[in-house]
C-alpha cells in the first residue's frame, strides 16, 4: 500500500505544479508507474523526449509537453529523496532539453514552460536547502543578514523543518515559530537594504501562513472524537454511491476532493470522494478538465466528473454536494485535499488538509489501525 500512495503522492505534487500555469494536468491510469523503477531513475536521464519533439514540431497541441512533463516530474519527485545528486542532474538536462522551446502563439503552452521552469527552480532549491541543517542556513543568514539568497534559502528550509521537526505537536508548532519570528525580526533590525526587507517579509508572511496552519490543525484535532455526519449528495459520480446505513460499521475515508488508494475495499475501509460544482467543462482539445466561461448546467458538470474519474482510474464513487456549507463546515474543509478519517464506531478519528510524503504515511498506518479494530456486533 505505502508504494501506491508515494505514486498518487507524487502525482498530486505534479499536478499542482502545472495547474500553476493554468494549464490542464492529465494523469492517465496507463501513465501510472510500475513497481519496478526504469533505469531512468537511476541516471538522472531526461525521458519522453520524443513527446518535447512532438510539440516543437506542432506548437498548437500543448498535451505533448504535459506527457513530457509528466514523464520527468515523476521521476524527479522520487529522486528528490532518493538521490539528490541524480535529481540535480536531472533537472540540468531538463533544462537543457527545454533550452529554445517556444509556444508560438499557444497561450495555454506558454504558460505551462514557465511553470516548468519555476518548478524546476524550486526543485533545485529546496536540494539545497536539504542538504544544510536549519541552523547552518540560519548561521548564512546572520553572517550576512542583507544576502537575499541566503534569505530566500532560509524561507526554504524553514517551511521544510516546520514539518520535519515538530510533526503535527501544536505546542512544538508554537515553539518553534516564537523562535523563527524572533529571528527573523532580529536580522530585519541588520539590514537597511530595499531587496533584503522585501525577502524578510516574504519570510515573515511564510510564517504567519505557518500558524494559520496551526490554528487549522487545532480545529481538527477538536473535531476527533465526534459522530461523523451524514453526506447528502445531489447525485454520485462513479458510482451509485451510498446510504448512512451502508457505511455503518466501516472504516470511512472521506476524501474531499483528491485521488486516493482503493486497495483497501475488502478489508471494511470504503473511501468516499466529496466535491461540489465548481464551474467546470471537459476541453476536447486537451482531454481534460477546464473551468467553463459561463454557467455550467450540473448535468454537464456531472458527465465532467465521471470523465475525470474515469480517466483517473478512480475506484470510489464520489458524491457531489450541491449545498456544501454545512457539510464542509462540520469538517472544517478549508482547502483541497482534505481528509476525515471515520471509524467503525461512526466517530471522527482523523482530519487534515494537503498531503505530503509524512501525512500520506501517517494517515495509512492510522488506516490499519482502525481496519484492525472489530466491528461491532
Not at 130 to 156: C, G, M
Not at 247 to 270: S, T
Request: aromatic letters at 8%; a negative charge; hydrophobic letters at 40%.
Amino acid at each position: 500500500e505505502k508504494n501506491y500512495l508515494m505514486k498518487r503522492f507524487a502525482l498530486a505534487i505534479l499536478a499542482a505544479l502545472l495547474l500553476v500555469s493554468g494549464s490542464s494536468y492529465v494523469a492517465r491510469a496507463e501513465d501510472k508507474p510500475s513497481e519496478e523503477k526504469a533505469p531512468e531513475a537511476y541516471t538522472g536521464e531526461v525521458v519522453a523526449l520524443d513527446s518535447l519533439e512532438e510539440f516543437k514540431e506542432d506548437t498548437t497541441e500543448a498535451k505533448p509537453l504535459l506527457d513530457f512533463a509528466n514523464q520527468n516530474f515523476k521521476l524527479l519527485i522520487g529522486q528528490m529523496s532518493e538521490s539528490p545528486d541524480t535529481a540535480e542532474k536531472h533537472i540540468a538536462a531538463i533544462k537543457e532539453a527545454m533550452e529554445g522551446v517556444e509556444a508560438g502563439e499557444n497561450v495555454q503552452a506558454k504558460g505551462l514552460i514557465m511553470s516548468i521552469d519555476r518548478s524546476l527552480d524550486m526543485f533545485r532549491s529546496r536540494i539545497a536547502a536539504k542538504r544544510l541543517t536549519l541552523d547552518e542556513v540560519k548561521s548564512q543568514v546572520t553572517e550576512s543578514p542583507s544576502d537575499t539568497d541566503a534569505i530566500t534559502l532560509y524561507i526554504t528550509r524553514v517551511s521544510m523543518a516546520f514539518s520535519e521537526e515538530t510533526g503535527e505537536d501544536v505546542a512544538k508548532m508554537e515553539a518553534f515559530l516564537k523562535t523563527e519570528n524572533e529571528f527573523v525580526d532580529s536580522l530585519q533590525e541588520e539590514t537597511e537594504e530595499s531587496d533584503a526587507l522585501a525577502s524578510y517579509k516574504r519570510a515573515s508572511s511564510l510564517l504567519k501562513s505557518l500558524g494559520s496552519r496551526i490554528e487549522r490543525l487545532k480545529v481538527y484535532q477538536e473535531m476527533v472524537g465526534k459522530e461523523m455526519m451524514p453526506v447528502e449528495a445531489e447525485v454520485w459520480a462513479n458510482g451509485e454511491g451510498f446510504t448512512p446505513e451502508e457505511l455503518e460499521g466501516k472504516v470511512v475515508l472521506l476524501d474531499f476532493w483528491a485521488i486516493w488508494c482503493e486497495k483497501y475495499g475488502d478489508d471494511g475501509l470504503q473511501i468516499v470522494g466529496i466535491t461540489r460544482y465548481y464551474g467546470y467543462t471537459w476541453s476536447e482539445e486537451t482531454d481534460s478538465p477546464q473551468r467553463g466561461e459561463e454557467d455550467v448546467a450540473p448535468e454537464v458538470e456531472q458527465e465532467v466528473l465521471n470523465k475525470f474519474t474515469a480517466q483517473h482510474d478512480l475506484k470510489h464513487p464520489t458524491a457531489v454536494v450541491t449545498d456544501p456549507k454545512a457539510l464542509y463546515e462540520f469538517y472544517a474543509v478549508s482547502g483541497i485535499p482534505h481528509f476525515v478519517l471515520i471509524g467503525r464506531d461512526g466517530k471522527i478519528k482523523y482530519a487534515n488538509a494537503g498531503m505530503g510524503e509524512a501525512r500520506a504515511k501517517q494517515l495509512e498506518e492510522l488506516i490499519k489501525q482502525e481496519l484492525a479494530e472489530p466491528a461491532a456486533g
